[in-house]
């Protein structure tokens, strides 16, 4: 049953990056985003559906977890086959306000970190804009360069349209 399990949930993952890879690059973050929230919305439901085949048979026989097996999965046969396309359009993304809502970004780089903690390395910056305590702490010899990429930030903004307003409600 274990074996016909994951054979199943191969197959589907395949299936789902093949669709990924065929996705025009406009709406590749947000189907990714789709693809990440329903598959780790149904192992919310599949993990407690075989509970018992976990606790004696893959827990004792295999000294592994049902759930880490299925996220094992998705990380091979979805996320590594596209994270060197993703994490460029994310980054872009991240340049351009609002080119992709927060709460999307927020999800996949929380899944990314989820699934392979080691991806930071690939962009610390756009993952230490989701995750607490990714970069290493401030240094008070580096305030000036804090200083100087926060005005250029507000350059940025401003550039793109945004404005300070300073007032009170």
């Known amino acids: 049953m274990y074996s016909d399990l994951i054979k199943k949930i191969t197959s589907h993952l395949e299936r789902v990056s093949k669709e ?6 406009d709406l590749y973050i947000e189907r990714f985003n789709i693809a990440l929230g329903q598959y780790m919305g149904a192992l919310q439901s599949i993990v407690p559906l075989f509970i018992y085949m976990n606790k ?4 004792t026989k295999l000294n592994r977890d049902l759930k880490d097996d299925l996220i094992k999965l998705f ?4 996320a590594e ?3 060197y396309s993703l994490m460029p359009l994310l ?5 351009t306000p609002f080119q992709v809502t927060p709460s999307t970004m927020a999800n996949i780089v929380k899944g ?3 699934l392979r903690p080691e991806w930071v ?8 804009k989701f995750i607490p305590n990714i970069l290493p702490p401030a240094v008070e010899s580096e305030l000036s360069e804090y200083a100087a990429q926060d005005q250029k930030l507000q350059r940025e903004l401003i550039q793109n349209g945004f404005t300070r307003q300073v007032g009170f409600l």
């Open 20 to 25: 990924l890879q065929a996705s025009p690059p």
């Open 91 to 95: 980054l872009e993304a991240q340049s």
């Open 81 to 83: 086959k596209h994270i």
């Open 75 to 78: 990380t091979e046969h979805v």
């Open 112 to 114: 990314l970190y989820t």
């Open 56 to 59: 004696f048979y893959i827990e």
């Open 121 to 128: 390395q690939m962009a610390p910056t756009l993952f230490s």
